[in-house]
């Protein structure tokens, strides 16, 4: 495994606890859109524990984009990333994941999960090709929403989010259900990319192949 260090750029708010790093860019280094690296803090102390996140940028952008939710509850990585200033150090490790983009299709994402899709639709608006794809987009309150304009801008009325602790008039309130993912999918042989914790993936998965998907056209981090 290789390891590279990093200066970050640029800290910018996103949400009320998501915040986007833009990294120095190792030369030669690649990745696929939907994939991630294993990162640390460059200290003594916390070199070696790493965290995984996913790339949130263009492939072709001169810097390296992570979009990360800081969780305040428990003194962990993501906590102690939220008080880095630009300048920081961070360790980088070699790419992997497989939430890769396999054609059009239904995404749909709880919480941090849409990070691997960004990168993606990013790359798809960068080569005009967005037609055919949806956003199902799970949060508990609207404030919680990531990139709520970027997704509407991209995708118009394929942007559907749904709150599961605040009651909106402006979107869809309750968990993904049957009910909820007949309501806005009439064809079930297309693609299906999911992320999420790992209940909501085990959760959405087995009601997407009761519903009629075919576990090979379900694209998930396994």
Not at 56 to 84: C, Q, R
Not at 116 to 140: C, H, T, V, W
Request: glycine letters at 8%; aromatic letters at 12%; a neutral charge.
């Amino acid at each position: 495994m290789s390891d590279f260090v990093v200066k970050i750029l640029d800290i910018e708010k996103i949400t009320h606890d998501v915040n986007r790093y833009l990294l120095e860019r190792p030369e030669g280094y690649y990745f696929i859109p939907g994939q991630a690296t294993d990162v640390s803090i460059n200290t003594p102390d916390l070199k070696k524990e790493t965290r995984p996140f996913t790339f949130t940028g263009l492939v072709v952008a001169p810097y390296l984009e992570f979009t990360i939710k800081s969780y305040e509850d428990h003194n962990g990585i993501t906590k102690k990333l939220k008080d880095l200033k630009p300048g920081s150090e961070l360790i980088i490790r070699d790419v992997w994941g497989a939430i890769n983009y396999k054609g059009p299709g239904v995404f749909i994402a709880g919480g941090a999960g849409v990070t691997p899709f960004i990168a993606i639709f990013r790359e798809l608006k960068n080569k005009k090709n967005l037609a055919g794809n949806k956003l199902l987009f799970s949060n508990k309150t609207e404030k919680d929403i990531i990139l709520k304009n970027e997704f509407s801008e991209m995708l118009g009325n394929n942007f559907i989010n749904l709150l599961t602790r605040e009651k909106n008039d402006k979107y869809y309130f309750g968990r993904i259900g049957e009910s909820f993912l007949k309501m806005y999918i009439t064809d079930f042989t297309q693609n299906f990319y999911v992320c999420g914790p790992d209940s909501f993936v085990q959760e959405i998965n087995t009601l997407l192949e009761r519903l009629g998907a075919k576990h090979d056209s379900i694209i998930f981090e396994k």
